[in-house]
T-cell receptor, first 115, second 112 residues
Framework: ETGVTQTPRHLVMGMTNKKSLKCEQH?????MYWYKQSAKKPLELMFV???????ENNSVPSRFSPECPNSSHLFLHLHTLQPEDSALYLC??????????????FGPGTRLTVL | DQQVKQNSPSLSVQEGRISILNCDYT??????FLWYKKYPAEGPTFLIS?????DKNEDGRFTVFLNKSAKHLSLHIVPSQPGDSAVYFC???????????FGQGTRLTINP
């Protein structure tokens, strides 16, 4: 248990559906991240939020829409996804932005399958 | 262009022996390096890190070595235990970059 929870753990959706992934951290951290992990590929950073403000959007398609209402919660809203978006989506948090002193702590991930 | 590379997708080691996982990077601006361990159905767990001002950092059975001139780091686990079987990711960051760059991971299997 790392103090970062994600729901749901598994999600199957059609290409026309709209769904949301939720992440919550109980560590008192200020920065939160969304990553995508596809099979046999490195972890890809999608978004970074620091004190609720988005500081990084790593050229993510607009069919992924993040929301950070406060420093403890992070959402990823999904709509009109493609089958190639099927992957493990990981949320992480850190006390500050990644660097010398700010280690990221990950949630268990949501396994997303787009049909 | 992959800035952090783990060229061995898998590694198999006998219990009790040393496991050595390797990682190469290309960006000379990286100044902080981390190793994460990942079990199936779980998120990555932080294991150990090293700053570029050091060449070695040790924590129990885990030691990370950094060779800046070769842009290479390695993780040594000794003695290896069955519970060490997992996927290991190395990651790097540059000061002010606000993000970690991960390698593809190496699957370590410890055989009894």
């Amino acid at each position: 248990e790392t103090g970062v929870t994600q729901t749901p753990r598994h999600l199957v959706m059609g290409m026309t559906n709209k769904k949301s992934l939720k992440c919550e951290q109980h560590l008192g951290h200020n920065a939160m991240y969304w990553y995508k992990q596809s099979a046999k590929k490195p972890l890809e950073l999608m978004f970074v939020y620091n004190f609720k403000e988005q500081t990084e959007n790593n050229s993510v398609p607009s069919r992924f829409s993040p929301e950070c209402p406060n420093s403890s919660h992070l959402f990823l809203h999904l709509h009109t996804l493609q089958p190639e978006d099927s992957a493990l989506y990981l949320c992480a948090s850190s006390l500050g932005l990644a660097g010398i002193t700010d280690t990221q702590y990950f949630g268990p991930g949501t396994r997303l399958t787009v049909l | 262009d992959q800035q952090v590379k783990q060229n061995s997708p898998s590694l198999s080691v006998q219990e009790g022996r040393i496991s050595i996982l390797n990682c190469d990077y290309t960006n000379s601006m990286f100044d902080y390096f981390l190793w994460y361990k990942k079990y199936p159905a779980e998120g990555p767990t932080f294991l150990i890190s090293i700053s570029s001002i050091k060449d070695k950092n040790e924590d129990g059975r885990f030691t990370v070595f950094l060779n800046k001139s070769a842009k290479h780091l390695s993780l040594h686990i000794v003695p290896s235990q069955p519970g060490d079987s997992a996927v290991y990711f190395c990651a790097a960051s540059a000061e002010g970059a606000q993000k970690l760059v991960f390698g593809q991971g190496t699957r370590l299997t410890i055989n009894p």
